[in-house]
């Protein structure tokens, strides 16, 4: 146990104790500041176009219907645009200069953005173009958190703390919930800094982006791609609370060495070309690890949470709960629950029970409420303002929290999911075009969300159910069981095992255990022998 993690890891390959201590987790909640970012905003850009001041400051509120769609959709997709193309560019910083300094730069592009949306007031270009900004710095530091964490953390921990990402999320996204409801409650609607105040707070986790990488370490994966073998031995001993002479240390840089080698780099040589990564990605080795996360990720999206993320008041309302208020406090109640099953779900449920039930069993409940809520809505119209506050409404409202809760605890792991998968020598490009599919599935989604309720009302949800079983579909055929695979030990899990993805873990476990035996046995005999990931041996 680390600071309330359950340590599980394989028996038959124990680990120092040391390695289990505040550094790996200071590192990880350090960078998981900027996932923050992104919750906040998820939660609060809905309500904050509700509130009254922010309809007069946009003169909506004698607008249209339909240029009130239009505006909200315009807000948030200028947003998720900005993500996606983020997501692209961080790539060629990412690798060059480091998951540090590519952090830190998103946190100041971030607080940019911020600061245009705040002096934006009336000018909806520069409010827009602040939008995008906060949007770019979002969307790279969406590629690189995962990633930083996953080459910084013990395996047997490993899903918990790239959790963090999602739990600061959520529990960022509550605070962007109950700021909206508190400026709505104890500031006039004719006092602008009604608006100014949740937009102003978003610079708090931007800020402690910056600071909290300015603290931590580099990866010691990427120093050693890069050539930068005594810098990722310092890094890494810091990180694992060991001397640079421990037995674990000198294991783990040899593996990471030893896979590079394997790939065809050489950490002498700083990494290979961009046409040789592109040519790797797209091998017949890398490209299904490839597909598998493209796939998570916009089944992710394709379950509706972020549109009921972004448009929740307007769902509310639809379900019968009118009023600003009433609805920014349902809202709030959604984001808490939301926050509170992400904690269980990441602290004790991933690296105890796995990705791959998490992910059919959220499945199933997502599936479940949101075809309920379709019926409910079919049945009395409440897209139409026919619902009423009555013994089913408030059944409607307890649909929409379990939806929460099923969500979190399972498709959040998307994230942890695509974090693992790939080698070391493509992870950073693979992960780019996983989160640009990540943000593409946002934007189609909450740019849409907003029609689809106005134009297909209830078949918004159908949708969503729909697709969601194709979800679970894809996610049993073929997302395999990542829990406790060492980074460097991928490639046997999806190399040498084969059928569907329900008997690749049950093959890979039989090899590391051979293995396993094997280091035992060698160790017996006197012998010094460091293991590789494809099971051989260099003495």
């Not at 390695?19 to 990880?28: E, F, L, P």
Request: overall charge neutral.
């Amino acid at each position: 146990m680390v600071f309330l993690i359950p340590v599980r890891e394989d028996p038959s390959d124990p680990q120092p104790r040391e390695i289990y201590n505040w550094r790996v987790v200071a590192v990880a909640v350090a960078a998981a500041w900027g996932s923050s970012m992104f919750g906040y905003d998820s939660a609060f850009i809905g309500g904050t176009m509700a509130l009254p001041s922010f309809q007069s400051a946009w003169g909506l509120a004698d607008a249209s219907a339909a240029s009130q769609t239009a505006l909200s959709a315009n807000i948030v997709s200028t947003f998720q645009a900005g993500c996606f193309f983020g997501a692209l560019l961080v790539y060629f910083t990412n690798d060059r200069l480091g998951r540090r300094p590519s952090l830190i730069g998103a946190g100041f592009i971030f607080n940019i953005g911020v600061i245009l949306q705040l002096i934006g007031g009336g000018n909806i270009g520069l409010f827009y173009a602040g939008r995008a900004l906060t949007g770019l710095g979002v969307g790279s530091s969406s590629v690189v958190i995962p990633q930083y964490i996953a080459e910084c953390a013990p395996a047997a921990i490993r899903g918990a703390l790239v959790g963090l990402f999602e739990i600061m999320l959520q529990l960022s996204a509550v605070c962007g919930y109950w700021v909206n409801y508190g400026v709505n409650r104890n500031i006039s609607p004719s006092n602008q800094a009604q608006w100014r105040i949740p937009v102003g707070v978003q610079m708090i986790p931007g800020t402690l982006l910056i600071l909290g990488m300015f603290w931590a370490v580099e990866s010691p994966r990427h120093s050693i791609a890069k050539g930068l073998h005594e810098k990722a031995i310092k890094d890494l001993q810091w990180l694992r609370n060991l001397p640079a002479d421990h037995p674990h240390i000198r294991t783990m840089i040899s593996n990471i060495e030893n896979q590079l080698e394997h790939e065809g780099v050489s950490s002498t040589q700083g990494g290979g070309n961009f046409r040789s990564i592109v040519r790797e990605t797209f091998s017949s080795a890398v490209l299904p690890r490839l597909m598998i996360g493209i796939w998570i990720q916009l089944f992710q999206n394709f379950t509706g949470i972020n549109g009921i993320n972004y448009f929740s008041p307007t769902i509310f309302k639809s379900i019968g709960f009118t009023g600003t208020s009433v609805g920014l406090l349902a809202t709030g109640v959604y984001g808490a629950i939301k926050s509170i099953f992400s904690i269980i779900s990441f602290m004790f449920l991933v690296d105890r029970f796995g990705r791959r039930p998490l992910l059919l069993l959220a499945s199933v409940g997502c599936c479940f409420t949101l075809f309920y809520l379709a019926g409910y809505a079919s049945l009395t119209h409440s897209f139409e303002g026919g619902a009423e506050k009555n013994a089913a409404a408030y059944s409607a409202i307890v649909m929409v929290y379990l939806f929460a809760m099923s969500y979190v605890s399972g498709w959040n792991l998307s994230w942890i999911v695509c974090s693992e998968l790939f080698p070391t020598h493509v992870r950073s490009f693979c992960l780019t075009i996983t989160t640009c599919a990540q943000w593409l599935g946002q934007f189609m989604v909450v740019y849409s969300t907003p029609y689809m309720i106005e134009s297909i009302t209830y078949g918004a949800f159908l949708f969503f159910g729909g697709m969601t079983v194709i979800a679970f579909g894809f996610v049993y055929f073929f997302v395999p069981e990542t829990k406790g695979v060492a980074l460097e030990d991928m490639d046997i899990l999806f190399q040498e095992t084969t059928g569907f993805a329900s008997t690749k873990r049950q093959q890979f476990d039989e090899i590391i255990t051979l293995r396993n035996r094997q280091r035992a046995s060698n160790k017996l005999d006197g012998e010094e022998v460091q293991y590789v990931e494809n099971s051989e041996k260099v003495v």
